[in-house]
């Protein structure tokens, strides 16, 4: 079992940034997806942003153009920064790595960001 942690969330006013992090107990450096996904209160999770291994970065509609996705696999760490924050972006996240297509993700118990003035 690997455990996952995330770390960074809080509060952030509007137009503000946010860099979270999500720490794994074991490389990761040869995982097949890295992602970030977050939950609003009373809407569906969503998917914000997501490493492949064979494709790159992919992001969710409501954060491309202002977020990125990262990675450190000598701290088996992934990043997530987002700018421009607005009170849509108010969520749980949540951090998932796969080590395998065929295998389940391994879940952070996630970090509440909330924007707001």
């Known amino acids: 079992q690997v455990r996952v942690v995330e770390s960074g969330g809080g509060l952030v006013q509007p137009g503000g940034s946010l860099r979270l992090s999500c720490t794994a107990s074991e490389s990761i450096f040869d995982y097949y997806t890295l992602a970030w996904y977050r939950q609003a209160p009373g809407k569906q999770r969503e998917l914000v942003a997501m490493i492949v291994s064979t494709s790159g970065p992919n992001y969710g509609d409501s954060v491309r153009g202002r977020c990125t996705i990262s990675r450190d696999n000598a701290k088996n760490t992934v990043y997530l920064e987002i700018d421009r924050l607005n009170s849509e972006d108010t969520a749980i996240y949540s951090c998932?790595?796969?080590?395998?297509?065929?295998?389940?993700?391994?879940w952070g118990q996630g970090t509440q960001v909330t924007v707001s003035s």
């Open positions: 998932a790595v796969r080590k395998f297509t065929w295998t389940d993700p391994f």
